[in-house]
């Protein structure tokens, strides 16, 4: 069952280009607007693989959350959800598990506006949308609806993808902060799934990416991979440990040679709470 959402009305503010807006049109979808795809537009001539790193974001994603809905986990918090692609989280473990409950969380106002198509779960699980900024702290964890649908102290699925960098530090550790609040609320078989953006590999590209986002207006952080790891710190990471996304239990074998350019922009890990 869904939950229906009661926001204020807010200003989507459709002039400036969002990282949300941005990725659905890289990845072929058709929620954005003019200073998006100008955006999108610049992102791929710095980068040209930008699309399939995103595609390989996602199904990374419908990999882990298989994986964690296989394992018995029926608990399920995505951060930074963005606009809804299908296959969405909820109807990958619905699928696997039908009473699977999910909670999504975004800060863009269109994310919002097209909730009602993340809310179609399945009849005997749940699904809710909370609109927060995940560095305002209390925003997420002391949301009444993710209350009303998870319950904290039984494990939970904690995804936070291809979102840690549009948290820049400004000098406080601010990314690291964020996601040691989240694990400290969460109680042992807690899962925690993360992928990131680096530069560790193509720091040229990645360097003009950084700088049209910027321009933008939406500043990127890029972190390499010790950085990366911290975030999973005194919890285990599962096999095979922190790799690139598409090398996470590939669904084919991988060609030898690789990675190509879009293979090596997004680090991958999954851990559990002990
Ligand atoms: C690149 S999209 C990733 C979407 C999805 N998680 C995936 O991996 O396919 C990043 C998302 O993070 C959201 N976001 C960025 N900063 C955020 C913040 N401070 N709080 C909550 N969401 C944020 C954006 O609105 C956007 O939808």
Not at 180 to 203: M, N, Q, R
Request: aromatic letters at 6%; glycine letters at 8%; one cysteine or more.
């Amino acid at each position: 069952m869904g939950e229906a959402h009661e926001d204020p009305v807010v200003d989507l503010r459709l002039d400036l280009a969002h990282s949300a807006r941005i990725y659905d049109w890289l990845l072929g979808g058709r929620t954005h607007f003019a200073a998006d795809r100008e955006a999108g537009r610049r992102i791929l001539s710095a980068f040209p693989a930008a699309g399939e790193a995103a595609r390989m974001n996602r199904a990374f994603m419908h990999r882990a959350v298989a994986h964690l809905a296989r394992e018995g986990l029926t608990q399920f918090l995505d951060i930074g959800t963005g606009i809804p692609t299908s296959p969405n989280l909820h109807e990958i473990v619905q699928g696997i598990s039908p009473a699977a409950r999910v909670v999504y969380t975004d800060n863009d106002p269109v994310v919002l506006a097209h909730a009602a198509a993340l809310l179609r779960g399945r009849p005997e699980g749940r699904t809710a949308y909370v609109q927060a900024d995940v560095t305002v702290a209390g925003s997420v964890l002391e949301a009444p609806r993710l209350h009303a649908t998870l319950d904290l102290r039984r494990p939970v699925a904690l995804t936070l993808n291809a979102l840690l960098h549009f948290v820049p530090d400004d000098g406080r550790d601010r990314a690291h902060a964020v996601v040691e609040d989240l694990k400290a609320a969460l109680p042992g078989g807690s899962a925690l799934v993360i992928t990131h953006g680096t530069s560790d590999f193509s720091p040229l590209a990645m360097g003009r990416v950084t700088d049209v986002l910027a321009r933008a207006g939406t500043p990127l952080q890029l972190r390499g991979v010790a950085e990366f790891r911290r975030f999973f710190d005194g919890w285990e990471l599962l096999e095979p440990g922190v790799t690139l996304a598409h090398r996470w239990r590939p669904g084919r074998p991988e060609d030898p040679g690789r990675p190509t350019a879009a293979e090596a922009v997004c680090y991958a890990a999954i851990a559990r709470k002990p």
